[in-house]
């Protein structure tokens, strides 16, 4: 069956460079979270879409934006790149009762 | 490959009634493992983990759950549920050797009056 993909599975950039990253949700859920997980630290919630409007927001930085398309891809797009953002960022979908994870992009910034 | 169960999409339960949320792992070496809860429209909330220590674990809102190493297993439960309790719950593993979370699909609690 399909899963939830994200893209790129690994990312190095810079500081003070921009980062995108991409979440193609399991066909027909109509719910993406984004979550950033930091080493050793649990995922922080980050933003929530359904059916392309923002839902939720939790601790995104001014720095992120994300926004969902009309495929229901989603993206989450990082600015002004810090040695902080460095982490694990999840991308779910739901559909309920249940919710999918994805495998996760790994954001290395140096 | 790491992996995890939740073999419940729903559990019903009524108000006052004790809880269990089941959920099944496969690791390779110690695990650590994480409940999480999900409120409509919301993103999760840490409710507990087992690193080490003692297999029965306490967290918030009263909920706790037991490591059984020879069931693979870490059931959340809770002694008397509430309606406000009503949620979708998430179960995760990671590895000693990786700071990924793998998350299991999660199941629907519902506490009725």
Redesign the interface.
């Known amino acids: 069956a399909a899963g939830v993909i994200q893209s790129p599975r690994h990312l190095i950039k810079e500081k003070r460079e921009t980062a995108t990253l991409k979440c193609y949700p399991i066909p027909r859920h109509d719910t993406v979270y984004w979550y950033q997980q930091g080493p050793g630290q649990d995922p922080q919630f980050l933003i929530s879409f359904y059916e392309k409007m923002q839902s939720d927001k939790g601790s995104i930085p001014d720095r992120f934006s994300a926004q969902q398309f009309s495929d229901y891809h989603s993206e989450l797009n990082m600015s002004s790149l810090e040695l902080g953002d460095s982490a694990l960022y999840f991308c779910a979908s739901s559909y309920p009762p249940q919710a999918f994870f994805g495998q996760g992009t790994r954001l290395t910034v140096v | 490959a790491q992996s995890v169960a939740q073999p419940e ?2 559990v019903n339960v009524a108000e006052g009634n004790p809880l269990t949320v089941k959920c099944t792992y496969s690791v390779s070496g110690n695990p650590y493992l ?1 409940w ?1 809860v ?1 409120y409509p ?4 909330q ?1 409710l507990l983990k087992y690193i080490t220590g003692d297999n029965l674990v306490k967290g918030s809102y009263g909920f706790e759950a037991e490591f059984n190493k020879s069931q693979t297993s870490f059931h959340l439960k809770k002694p008397s549920a509430l309606v406000s309790d009503s949620a ?1 719950y ?1 179960c995760a593993v990671r590895a000693y050797n990786t ?5 299991g ?2 199941t ?1 609690l519902q506490v009725f009056p």
């Not at chain 2, 700071?99 to 998350?103: A, H, P, T, V």
């Open positions: 999409d729903q994480f999480y999900q429209n919301r993103g999760l840490f979708l998430f700071d990924k979370l793998i998350f699909t999660g629907r």
